[in-house]
């Protein structure tokens, strides 16, 4: 059984009635429907009911704001059609998923520490894994309300192999459910791909990849596939410079993630906000967008952006980029992790 979605401004989609939200559901149609996050707190995928049924799964979702509630507004990413539906949304072409979504069933047959509050996690489908670096999966981690979000950090392949960093938030529900509620040999049902920040394989320019905290899962799949790119052109490849923000020296962990691609890597700029003074430590301290404001100044022009972490760093960058350098939008990917 599906309900039918119609577009107010023409066209329309089908979405099963087990779908888990509206927007997933037009994804998986092929519509481009507006998003960013898929989890409820960025506000991209608003749009009005304007007849039919429609159930709210997150009533206190922070992607709606006071005035967008009193306006009627939803979130697609919060919404399940309970019958055929008219809505108003304007879908847009760059939204369209460049991998077409699928659900499937993973199991995890792995997971290593990485720093004291990060680890990977390693799962299996058996499907290949379809995506393009840079891009993340949707999970319910055993027992807490809603989805999570979580990059990919290794590069798409035919084994079905789906690599994650993920970073234990004190008392988060979902992240600390990843680490305690599921052992080695469960399986979970995980949703992807999504997001936009991906590779962009044919964008000559080189690559600036900046990580925040756990924002390294999809720079370190990115920076992979830069230097795999790199390695299959027989012109010389885009040059590769990466920075990692991290609070203490043992939070860095992005030259052991990538292993031998490390080699590839033009330039590796770590940088501290929270190192001890006296600590033997005489790499960068700060924030890391003040670093890149530092290095890369004038070559802003000449490089491709990718960069995925906390709000106030992904907020900086923004400023720093198109306010204050006016790098072309189209030169700019980034995740926010909400
Ligand atoms: C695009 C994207 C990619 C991300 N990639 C990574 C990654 O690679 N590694 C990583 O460590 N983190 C990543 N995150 C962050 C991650 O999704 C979680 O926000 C983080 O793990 C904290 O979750 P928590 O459950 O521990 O914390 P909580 O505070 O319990 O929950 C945080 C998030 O869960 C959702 N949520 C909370 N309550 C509800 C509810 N009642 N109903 C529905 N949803 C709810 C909201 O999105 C909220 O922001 C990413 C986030 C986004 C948006
Ligand atoms: S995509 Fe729905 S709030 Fe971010």
Redo the contacts with the bound molecule.
Sequence with gaps: MSHRITLEGGGGFDVSAGEDTLLRGALRAGVGFPY???????GSCRFDLVSGEMET??E???GLSERDRRRGKRLAC?SRPRSDCTIKVRPGEEYRPPVPPRRMTAVLVARRAVTAS?AEFVFRTAEPAHFIAGQ?AVFR?PG??????????NLPNAEGEWR??????P????????FDALAIGDTLDIDGP??H?HFRADAPRDVVCIAG??????VVSVAQAVVARAAAETSPGRRLFVFEGARTRGDLCFPALMGAAQEGVTAYTPVLSAEAEGSGWDGVRGFVHEEVERAVGAHADQAEFYF?GPPPMTEALQKLLIVKWTVPIAHIHF????
């Design positions: 960013d996050c898929s989890v409820g707190g960025c799964l997150w206190e979702a922070p919060q990060m993340y981690p807490a309300q809603g989805a999570r979000a979580y990059s990919m950090s994650f960093v993920i970073r234990r938030v008392g988060g529900r979902g992240s600390n459910a990843m999504y997001g920040a905290g756990s924002g390294i899962g999809p995925a995740d926010r992790f909400f």
